[in-house]
């Protein structure tokens, strides 16, 4: 967004939300509470590395014009005073309740996990009531991100949180309750876990949804090895499809991957009516990356993606921009082939009929979308910024290209293919095109169109 130190950036973004400075991670407590969407997030204000984590918050009532609200909870209670981690939100008896992983380090530099609430009449102003039960036994201190919902059949809340056993292997447990008090661990959230072709030592942010009666569980798992085309970040997000009763989720299948592109974690979704919208994090890759990352030096870093609709096509977890987010365009853009210079750092290039000949559009120069008709196969090309060599994501689709909707942001890049069946987050740094996009299409010209897009609107 462009205020803080993100104004005067070098890699400016436009349309995704930012911190004013220091360091932005997880989205946490998203909700639409009185009318308000809220949007909570990890944030170290201070520096742009992964310590005195907070939550910071901004809100807005259309999801295009933001308001930047002072920070929502700070590390300043015992059982948070190292960080106060990821979580979710939820209104109780209108209230908002926020629900969120305490970090603690004690004298002896032994790490502890409190799972904490913090409340609220307005939604602006929380009021710590501390741990909600004791950390379960037979697991390391690695517990955390508690997501909570109100089951109406059942008629009680539900909570998941992830974790680590001791044998350092990564579940989900949940526990119930009937009034958001006092809370019954019910063990592993997943009682056929042999289904999934790998475990990984850890699973963050899990979050259980319901789209059209079927449940939908996203979680964050680490320790994945690469598989054909999939799961080459350093951490993964995935989804897998099942059936939930009484506390416990029989899956369908394997996991699959919710998204193919180079930096995508730690998603979390909240009800919209009758939708169900994600925002997730665009910042997870390799400690030197990260390190390196060019916005350090501006004293900034991450951002969140676009708000997504989630929905199902079959068996295939779909994710599309928020309606909202087209009332972003501006004028149409004349697209050539060959190489041309925009003059506006926010675009959205578009292709609405399936495409039977190959394909490559490049964005300043750094950043290749390339199509093999014959296969259906997409490769994403970037020079990354650390090494100066270019790193590949591919995912082969299982019907031809249909139809894509591309979100250019700067430094960010959002791809959704084929209605959302595929989607590709990344970022991209080019100083020379801080204002501009260049644009080079070899064999594209006939098949998309684009749109200059304005910024989002923050105060």
Same mark, same amino acid.
């Given at each position: 967004?462009? &205020?803080?130190?993100?104004?005067?950036?070098?890699?400016?973004?436009?349309?995704?939300?930012?911190?004013?400075?220091? !360091?932005?991670?997880?989205?946490?407590?998203?909700?639409?509470?009185?009318?308000?969407?809220?949007?909570?997030?990890?944030?170290?204000?201070?520096?742009?590395?992964?310590?005195?984590?907070?939550?910071?918050?901004?809100?807005?009532? &259309?999801?295009?014009?933001?308001?930047?609200?002072?920070?929502?909870?700070?590390? &300043?209670?015992?059982?948070?005073?190292?960080? =106060?981690?990821?979580?979710?939100?939820?209104?109780?008896?209108?209230?908002?309740?926020?629900?969120?992983?305490?970090? =603690?380090?004690?004298?002896?530099?032994?790490?502890? $996990?409190?799972?904490?609430?913090?409340?609220?009449?307005?939604?602006?102003?929380?009021?710590?009531?501390? /741990?909600?039960?004791?950390? /379960?036994?037979?697991?390391?201190?690695?517990?955390?991100?508690?997501?909570?919902?109100?089951?109406?059949?059942?008629?009680?809340?539900?909570?998941? =949180?992830?974790?680590?056993?001791?044998?350092? #292997?990564?579940?989900?447990?949940?526990?119930? $309750?009937?009034?958001?008090?006092?809370?019954?661990?019910? %063990?592993?959230?997943?009682?056929?876990?042999?289904?999934?072709?790998?475990?990984?030592?850890?699973?963050?942010?899990?979050?259980?949804?319901?789209? &059209?009666?079927?449940?939908?569980?996203?979680?964050?798992?680490?320790?994945?090895?690469?598989?054909?085309?999939?799961?080459?970040?350093?951490?993964? #997000?995935?989804?897998?499809?099942?059936?939930?009763?009484?506390?416990?989720?029989?899956?369908?299948?394997?996991?699959?991957?919710?998204?193919? %592109?180079?930096?995508?974690?730690?998603?979390?979704?909240?009800?919209?009516?009758?939708?169900?919208?994600?925002?997730?994090?665009?910042?997870?890759?390799?400690?030197?990356?990260?390190?390196?990352?060019?916005?350090?030096?501006? %004293?900034?870093?991450?951002? !969140?993606?676009?708000?997504?609709?989630?929905? !199902?096509?079959?068996?295939?977890?779909?994710?599309?921009?928020?309606?909202?987010?087209?009332? !972003?365009?501006?004028?149409?853009?004349?697209?050539?082939?060959? #190489?041309?210079?925009?003059?506006?750092?926010?675009?959205?290039?578009?292709?609405?009929?399936?495409?039977?000949?190959?394909?490559?559009?490049?964005?300043?120069?750094?950043?290749?979308?390339?199509?093999?008709?014959?296969?259906?196969?997409?490769?994403?090309?970037?020079?990354?910024?650390?090494?100066?060599?270019?790193?590949?994501?591919?995912?082969?689709?299982?019907?031809?290209?249909?139809?894509?909707?591309?979100?250019?942001?700067?430094?960010?890049?959002?791809?959704?293919?084929?209605?959302?069946?595929?989607?590709?987050?990344?970022?991209?740094?080019?100083?020379?095109?801080?204002?501009?996009?260049?644009?080079?299409?070899? $064999?594209?010209?006939?098949?998309?169109?684009?749109?200059?897009?304005?910024?989002?609107?923050?105060?």
């Amino acid at each position: 967004m462009l &205020d803080g130190n993100v104004k005067n950036s070098k890699y400016p973004i436009g349309y995704h939300i930012t911190p004013l400075a220091g !360091l932005l991670n997880d989205p946490n407590g998203l909700v639409k509470f009185e009318g308000i969407y809220h949007v909570f997030y990890q944030l170290n204000p201070t520096d742009t590395i992964h310590k005195n984590k907070h939550w910071g918050h901004i809100y807005s009532e &259309d999801l295009i014009t933001w308001h930047r609200a002072p920070i929502a909870l700070a590390p &300043d209670a015992w059982y948070d005073k190292d960080g =106060v981690y990821s979580g979710s939100a939820i209104i109780i008896e209108n209230q908002l309740h926020l629900y969120y992983t305490g970090n =603690v380090i004690d004298e002896a530099g032994e790490k502890h $996990s409190y799972q904490c609430l913090a409340t609220s009449e307005d939604g602006f102003i929380f009021e710590k009531q501390g /741990p909600i039960f004791e950390h /379960p036994k037979g697991f390391t201190r690695h517990v955390r991100d508690p997501k909570v919902w109100y089951d109406e059949k059942e008629r009680c809340y539900y909570l998941v =949180v992830g974790a680590q056993r001791e044998n350092l #292997t990564g579940t989900t447990l949940i526990y119930r $309750s009937v009034d958001a008090k006092q809370w019954e661990n019910l %063990g592993d959230l997943v009682i056929n876990p042999d289904i999934l072709s790998q475990i990984g030592y850890m699973w963050e942010c899990p979050d259980l949804v319901f789209i &059209d009666n079927q449940a939908v569980f996203i979680y964050s798992p680490q320790g994945i090895e690469a598989q054909g085309h999939q799961y080459h970040n350093i951490y993964q #997000t995935v989804y897998a499809l099942g059936e939930f009763n009484e506390g416990h989720l029989l899956l369908d299948d394997d996991m699959q991957e919710v998204d193919f %592109g180079f930096e995508y974690y730690a998603p979390q979704s909240f009800y919209d009516g009758d939708r169900i919208l994600s925002y997730g994090w665009m910042g997870i890759t390799q400690p030197e990356f990260e390190a390196s990352m060019p916005t350090i030096e501006e %004293g900034w870093i991450h951002c !969140l993606t676009i708000p997504r609709e989630l929905t !199902l096509d079959g068996n295939k977890l779909c994710q599309n921009p928020a309606n909202e987010i087209y009332q !972003l365009r501006n004028q149409e853009i004349q697209l050539l082939n060959g #190489t041309q210079e925009i003059q506006s750092s926010m675009i959205e290039l578009i292709c609405e009929k399936e495409v039977q000949e190959d394909f490559n559009i490049k964005i300043d120069d750094v950043f290749t979308l390339a199509y093999q008709a014959d296969t259906h196969e997409i490769t994403l090309i970037r020079k990354n910024w650390y090494t100066n060599e270019n790193e590949y994501r591919k995912v082969t689709l299982d019907e031809p290209l249909q139809n894509f909707d591309w979100f250019i942001d700067g430094s960010v890049s959002e791809l959704f293919v084929n209605s959302g069946r595929y989607v590709a987050s990344a970022r991209l740094f080019n100083s020379t095109y801080a204002h501009s996009k260049k644009i080079e299409m070899t $064999s594209a010209q006939s098949f998309v169109k684009g749109y200059q897009l304005n910024a989002m609107n923050v105060h």
